[in-house]
């Protein structure tokens, strides 16, 4: 069943103040009451006592909001998805020249911190080594230590966009079936495996 939400008053700051919601057969069942921010993005408005997950579509010519818990929880299904999805291509580490990388969090801080040091002009700041994910010590010099930074982090900046963009992709989409058609498989760029 789908519900509408009548707008009954909106006040001088443009915000919903009072309405009613209808059944998909047109009866009143309920009195909704609080603010619904018409200027912002997206509709908010908070659950009712059931706790369900309430997402807004406005129809601004019949000044309607459509009321849709069954989308707001797919789309956060599908979006915990991609964020798991991206969390375990950076534990798949990144393989350059033939050595995997480890790419968890304080993995890209300690890089991080060996480019800026060596952005600053600071020699060897890795100590002429660097641990591999398989435990091993790779000698690197300064040229090839940056060179691993720059290729991490352009990894990992396609890893986030890619994400982004998915999740972009799946808020876009308005119906269920446009929801599960967003590929979240699609788009990740390779390890280098």
Same mark, same amino acid.
């Given at each position: 069943?789908?519900? %509408?939400?009548?707008? /009954?008053?909106?006040? =001088?700051?443009?915000?919903?103040?009072?309405?009613?919601? @209808?059944?998909?057969? !047109?009866?009143?069942?309920? @009195?909704?009451?609080?603010?619904?921010?018409?200027?912002?993005?997206?509709?908010?408005?908070? +659950?009712?006592? =059931?706790?369900?997950?309430?997402?807004?579509?406005?129809?601004?010519?019949?000044?309607?909001?459509? %009321?849709?818990?069954?989308? *707001?929880?797919?789309?956060?299904?599908?979006?915990?998805?991609?964020? +798991?999805?991206?969390?375990?291509? @950076?534990?798949? !580490?990144?393989?350059? $020249? *033939?050595? /995997? %990388? &480890?790419?968890?969090? &304080?993995?890209?801080?300690?890089?991080?911190?060996?480019?800026?040091?060596?952005? *600053?002009?600071?020699?060897?700041?890795? !100590? !002429?080594?660097?641990?591999?994910? +398989?435990?091993?010590?790779?000698?690197?010099?300064?040229?090839?230590?940056?060179?691993?930074?720059?290729?991490? @982090?352009? %990894?990992?900046?396609?890893?986030?966009?890619? +994400?982004?963009?998915?999740?972009?992709?799946?808020?876009?989409?308005?119906?269920? /079936?446009?929801? $599960?058609?967003?590929?979240?498989? =699609?788009?990740?760029?390779?390890? *280098?495996?």
């Amino acid at each position: 069943m789908v519900d %509408y939400i009548a707008v /009954t008053n909106w006040d =001088s700051n443009n915000r919903v103040t009072s309405s009613e919601r @209808f059944s998909s057969e !047109g009866r009143a069942v309920t @009195f909704l009451s609080g603010t619904i921010d018409k200027n912002s993005d997206a509709f908010v408005a908070v +659950a009712p006592a =059931s706790g369900n997950p309430w997402e807004w579509v406005a129809d601004p010519i019949l000044e309607t909001l459509t %009321y849709s818990p069954e989308l *707001g929880a797919l789309r956060a299904r599908r979006k915990v998805a991609v964020t +798991a999805l991206l969390s375990a291509k @950076f534990n798949a !580490g990144r393989i350059h $020249n *033939g050595n /995997t %990388y &480890q790419l968890r969090s &304080q993995d890209r801080q300690n890089l991080n911190a060996i480019k800026n040091m060596l952005n *600053g002009g600071a020699a060897n700041p890795h !100590g !002429g080594t660097y641990r591999s994910a +398989a435990n091993a010590n790779v000698t690197l010099n300064d040229t090839q230590m940056e060179a691993l930074c720059d290729d991490v @982090f352009a %990894y990992c900046r396609d890893l986030i966009k890619n +994400a982004a963009a998915l999740k972009d992709s799946i808020d876009a989409a308005s119906t269920a /079936t446009a929801i $599960n058609t967003v590929d979240i498989n =699609s788009g990740w760029p390779s390890n *280098g495996a």
